[in-house]
């Protein structure tokens, strides 16, 4: 078997023609024009479907995710209700971790909880590389997937190192990340020796997902934004540099995205993704001119605008397609997660009117 260079895999050796490779997305995020700009949104599938909620009612989180009939028909559901132009792959950030041997737990309503926080060196040692094998239930979903969406690109995912490293230490979510701050500044020998182990466990985990035929993967640094620029370029660049720059040669396109960015995004830039996604604080055109002229940019609708009357909807959207005319390449999206509370029909009307305002600036040359 081999694998296009949309990392959809062709299982008669050959790559199909146009397929997800000629899809609006995979076009934007190659600075290409299309005949759109391309919509999808960062937990589509999820808490705000009621079709989500329905499947997941006893299921606990990581157990869905090791499921691989669960996890195609979620990734599925927002695909078929909005008519998005992506799929992302229904999992989480933890998956990998805990596949490498960290005993954890996802807890309704807190999040990934570890129970044997990182401390010392023995602790990094506990997390073993992993490949394939770990995670079968990753690589089946994912084939599957590839049938089932046929021209539309599925997204691989994983966390970064900085966020992983920060639940691994925290022992949890943390709104401070001082646990995270004290061992990164107090033993950065350390910190170093965890990030570069968890640069391996991701690349191999999204290695894993490319070969399985996804056509873009997505790397989120969650809590980036809690760092300088100068800690981030010491503490964190390095690491994810390693997986992005260790995918240059899957022929997918590499998608950055962190919250809270905005000094970052200069820096983000760097690390080797084609993409970086933006949150809502900063507009597309002045992270364009911080990134650079060399990459696309996606987002960025404030999650929460989605909860307002649809005349504010509609005019948010329509000031970021025009500030996002000053990238090469524009992938409309939040600028992060969808709220539970969001009503699944303004997800599909924003879905149209993307489609609508841009397919016309297009035909108006």
Known sequence: MTTDTTGTAARDGHPRPGGPADSPFI??????????????????????????????????????????????????QPVRRHGVDAAILFSDIVVPVAAAGIDL?????????????????????????IGRDDVPYVDEAVRQLVVELGDTPLIGFAGAPFTLASYLVEGGPSRTHAKTKALMYGDPELWHALCGRLAEV??????????????????????AGALSEADYRRYVLPHSTAVLSGLSDAGVPRIHFGVGTAELLGAMGEAGADVVGVDWRTPLDVA????????????????????????????????????????????????????????????TRVVALVHEVS???????
């Open 27 to 76: 076009r934007a995020c190659r600075r290409r024009p299309g005949p759109h700009t391309p919509v999808w949104f960062m937990r589509q599938a999820g808490r705000s479907l009621p079709e989500y909620r329905e499947i997941r009612a006893s299921v606990p989180m990581l157990e869905s995710c090791r499921r691989p009939e669960l996890v195609t028909e979620i990734t599925l």
């Open 288 to 347: 364009t001119h911080r990134i650079g002229p060399d990459k696309a940019v996606q987002g960025n609708l404030d999650p929460a605008v989605l909860l307002a009357p649809w005349p504010v909807v509609e005019a948010e959207v329509r000031r970021i397609l025009a500030q996002g005319r000053a990238a090469p390449g524009h992938v409309f999206n939040l600028g992060h997660g969808v709220l539970p509370e969001t009503d699944p029909d303004v997800l």
């Open 202 to 223: 991701t690349l191999a985990f999204l290695r894993v997902q490319i070969e399985a035929g996804v056509s873009a993967v997505q790397l989120f640094d969650s809590w």
């Open 105 to 129: 737990d996802i807890v309704p309503g807190t999040g990934p909880v570890v129970a044997e926080p990182i401390r010392a060196a023995a602790d990094v040692e506990r997390i073993r590389p």
């Open 359 to 365: 397919s016309r600036r297009a035909d108006q040359g």
